[in-house]
């Protein structure tokens, strides 16, 4: 699976799905200088060491989460429930609250919403990006915490006839560790109102038969008690508000900004569920590429 910073690559090496290059933070990382040149006419010299990646969970569990995924999948498909989704209205400001089960650890999925290419996003029915990341920069780190300014694209179904991209022009708090993140609009066509907020939470899975009457609170409880054998599942818990500029506030304009916003959510959503079923079929990294991995990284848990 490679469910870890950089993943997109190795399945698009491995597969015939459309799931684009590695994904790499060059926040995280340095750029190297090619223009000095040795005085010995030997090859140019790297002065500047490209700083290692930073994750804040343990590669080794994630590894064999997707191999318990992966082993599940062959014997018992997990199959994921459609995502529940709830709109309400007041004085014109719209409240869109989801929930979504996904059959994947939460470390993975949270990596999946913030991929900084947004990739694995893809209608692969219709051969389309459904979000994509135009432009990402850093604004401040504070150890798992980042603040950044990113301009996305969403593709938005115009009367069921074509598709348009929609430009979002965000500011995003992550924090990493938590597995929570705030947004707010620096700019969205034609919405006066838009923000939100989305955690990913764990599930377990296999409370019930590996673990009795000893019901886990937390991953680690879960496992001691399943002897490292449970899987983790998400709940991706969305809270989303927005209000359109006049005069598409306004019924019947109105009404259609509401559900071309649900739907296109929907395609999101499924999306989502898309890649991790496709990684639960996919053979996990053999142990070399994992060790090599980890030599790229550091995983930090005391932030």
């Known amino acids: 699976m490679g469910v870890f910073p950089g993943f997109g690559s190795w399945i698009n090496q491995n597969s015939q799905q459309p799931l684009k290059d590695e994904s790499k933070r060059s926040e995280n990382g340095e750029s190297k200088s090619v223009s000095e040149k040795d005085t010995n006419n030997n090859p140019p010299v ?36 459609p995502p529940k989704i709830k709109v309400t209205n007041k004085k014109g400001l719209y409240h869109m609250n989801i929930e979504l089960t996904v059959g994947m650890s939460p470390d993975s999925i949270y990596d999946i919403l913030i991929d900084p290419k947004g990739d694995l996003f893809f209608d692969r029915k219709k051969w389309r990006d459904l979000m994509k990341n135009s432009s ?11 603040v950044i300014k990113v301009e996305k694209t969403v593709a938005f179904n115009f009367f069921s006839l074509t598709s348009i991209p929609i430009p979002l022009h965000l500011i995003m708090e992550e924090n990493r560790k938590d597995l929570t993140t705030k947004y707010k609009k620096e700019k969205v066509m034609l919405m ?19 673990c009795k009457k000893r019901l886990p609170k937390s991953p680690e409880e879960y496992k001691k008690c399943s002897r490292g054998q449970g899987k983790l599942a998400s709940k991706l818990t969305i809270n989303q508000y927005f209000e359109p500029y006049p005069p598409f506030n306004l019924p019947p304009l109105s009404w259609y900004i509401r559900g071309s916003t649900i739907k296109t959510s929907k395609n999101l959503l499924n999306a989502l569920q898309a890649t991790a079923l496709f990684l639960r079929e996919t053979e996990p990294l053999p142990e070399e590429a994992i060790a090599a991995r980890e030599k790229e990284i550091v995983q930090a848990h005391d932030f």
């Open 192 to 210: 006066k109102v838009f923000h939100g907020n989305y955690k990913v939470e764990p599930i377990y899975v296999d409370q019930e038969r590996l």
């Open 136 to 146: 990402r920069k850093v604004l401040k780190e504070n150890g798992p915490r980042q």
């Open 46 to 81: 790297n002065k500047k060491k490209k700083k290692k990646e930073v994750v804040y969970y343990n590669l080794r569990e994630e590894m064999i989460q997707e191999r318990l995924w992966h082993e599940a999948e062959k014997k018992h498909p997990w199959h994921d429930p």
